[in-house]
């Protein structure tokens, strides 16, 4: 069981280490592709003897740079992902941030119980989460 837990928390730091190189990526290349063809038009204009190949360039970039468009809904889902899984993660080795001010007032069986509630509570808060979510897709695919 020791070992099964090592290996879920050890996928659990690889699926969020991954999920944040894949966001800098993803954003940084979009940047990139809406930038550098900019760089490209002015040479173009200021180099007359490659006029042609500088625009040529520019407009190849500027075509990727208006074809990423997927990108900003790829690192929203993305940032998603890593909230629940960075907050599962979080939760489970207690690196979470909590206000313990109130809880810690109680002897440790009702601090016990304070946690179950708040856990409750946010077990609730995910099935509201969920329901809205469906209630929302089933609305947007019924047009």
Known sequence: MQALQRLWSRLEEIAIAFLLAAMTLVTFSY???NNIYGVFYSLGDSLP???DAMFAIG???LYVAQEMTWSVALTKAMFGWLIFVGLAWGVRIGAHIGVDLLVRQFNPANQRLMAILALLICLGYCALMAYSSEQWVAVLYSV
Request: glycine share 0%.
């Open 31 to 33: 940047v990139v592709f």
């Open 49 to 51: 003897f490659a006029n």
């Open 59 to 61: 407009d190849s970039i």
